[in-house]
């Protein structure tokens, strides 16, 4: 049952993050034009990266929400509620008027169905991670929840993918009928999540709980404010390495467009490797943990991460195409594997389980209001001239080491482990 939850873990991330990681794509490329055609391009673009960012905003109540109910009746039920909700939103994108069709309205029911998707995130992929952890063996636990998160990085790679096909339409047919394909599709891959999902029974640590007569608590959301202020502070600070992912999967864009002679495939191309690397990273890293440590292995893979940064938009910005899908690569499917891989036990591990899916989930998603807006944030830094890309390196670079700094203050997992038996 720990492998098929896994298995189920990791396609369900796929379908959840391919979802939501094409709205960014889209926004960069199209959505300024369809949805915001008022303003100038580069303000039009702007607005479209800040409704990216709406969906975190709405991440932290989606974690409550679900959160709630996960503790209360069960993670499996939950995750299938999630999964509904994230391709529902993801098809209405796809059907939705433009501007140019119904004018205001456009925009308005575009952050709508924006914020359905982060209800959805908010529960998604925390509550997938802890069902296959707390179905796994204590030497298995790692590897097995290593591929949920793996799951979000195939997930923006099959995002990347889908669009290189349609950047060589005609720019007619990209802002006609072109870019609503991705979205489209979600109806057909959510409905294969659902079914995969039914095969997966509930977590043994909840049943555990209540076949003891441990009565899911009534507030989980109190218990954990009051009684693990330090847990929620680590995981949430712990969480500023997952701004990795929108830098490469969406503000690499921007940068590309504006300071470097590369094209939008040859960008997307970079993106799609990166997710095809990761599926051998990012076991392999969890492997690797279990003789390292995990909290040695999170500081050195979010310093790495720090540098990295400043290495990748430098590339983009100067390198040649081949030097910007290698550095791409290197950056986003080895480097971030590193801290990526081991998150999902490393954070859980903070909280003990009658509070767990909660107590991660509002840390994490409320880390995540803040990574929402670094394609935006980052766009605002960006300067003029040659070295016009080095003020949001350096602001990416402090993100990462303040992450760095909450792995290092974090648990020491040898001596306090809330991991129950299973």
């Known amino acids: ?220 959301l109190t218990v954990v404010i009051r009684e693990h202020p330090r847990a929620l502070f680590t995981v949430f600070i712990c969480a500023f390495i997952h ?14 467009e504006q300071f470097s002679a590369i094209g939008k495939a040859e960008m997307l191309t970079a993106i799609t490797l990166s997710g095809v690397v990761s599926l051998f990273a990012v076991p392999i890293w969890a492997v690797v943990s279990n003789h390292i440590g995990q909290k040695r292995l999170w500081v050195v893979g979010s310093l790495l991460c720090a540098v990295g940064a400043i290495v990748l938009l430098g590339t983009i910005s100067y390198g040649s195409a081949a030097l910007v899908i290698l550095v791409t690569v290197l950056f986003k499917s080895v480097v971030f594997s590193c801290p990526l891989a081991i998150s999902p036990v490393f954070y859980a591990r903070q909280f003990p389980p009658h509070v767990r899916y909660t107590g991660v989930g509002l840390a994490q998603q409320s880390s995540y209001v803040i990574l929402g807006f670094i394609p935006a944030i980052c766009t605002v830094l960006l300067g003029s001239g040659q070295l016009g890309w080095l003020p949001p390196a350096i602001f990416m670079f402090c993100m990462f080491v303040v992450a760095a700094i909450g792995g290092a203050c974090s648990r020491d997992f040898k001596q306090t482990d809330h991991v129950a038996a299973v």
């Open 1 to 220: 049952m720990g492998k098929r939850a896994a298995f189920s873990g990791f396609f369900g991330s796929v379908i959840e993050f391919y979802d939501f990681t094409i709205y960014g794509t889209a926004a960069a490329i199209w959505f300024g034009e369809l949805f915001f055609p008022a303003s100038s391009p580069t303000v039009g673009t702007l607005t479209a990266l800040a409704t990216f960012g709406v969906a975190y905003i709405a991440r932290p109540a989606g974690a409550i929400l679900f959160g709630h109910f996960g503790d209360k009746v069960g993670r499996k039920r939950v995750l299938q509620a999630t999964v509904v909700l994230m391709g529902g939103s993801s098809a209405l994108i796809g059907a939705l008027p433009t501007y140019e069709m119904v004018g205001i309205a456009a925009p308005a029911l575009l952050v709508l169905c924006r914020l359905a998707q982060g209800l959805s995130a908010g529960g998604e992929q925390i509550g997938a991670s802890l069902l296959t952890m707390e179905h796994s063996s204590d030497k298995k636990r790692t590897l097995y929840t290593s591929w949920t998160p793996n799951g979000s990085v195939v997930g923006a790679a099959l995002a990347a993918a889908v669009f290189i096909p349609i950047t060589a339409l005609p720019e007619e047919a990209q802002l006609s009928w072109g870019w609503r394909i991705p979205f489209l599709l979600s109806v057909i891959t959510v409905a294969f999540v659902w079914v995969l999902r039914r095969g997966v029974a509930e977590s043994p640590v909840f049943e555990g709980q209540v076949s003891e007569e441990k009565h899911p608590e009534k507030a989980p």
């Open 243 to 256: 701004m990795a992912a929108p830098l490469v999967s969406v503000f690499s864009l921007v940068v590309a």
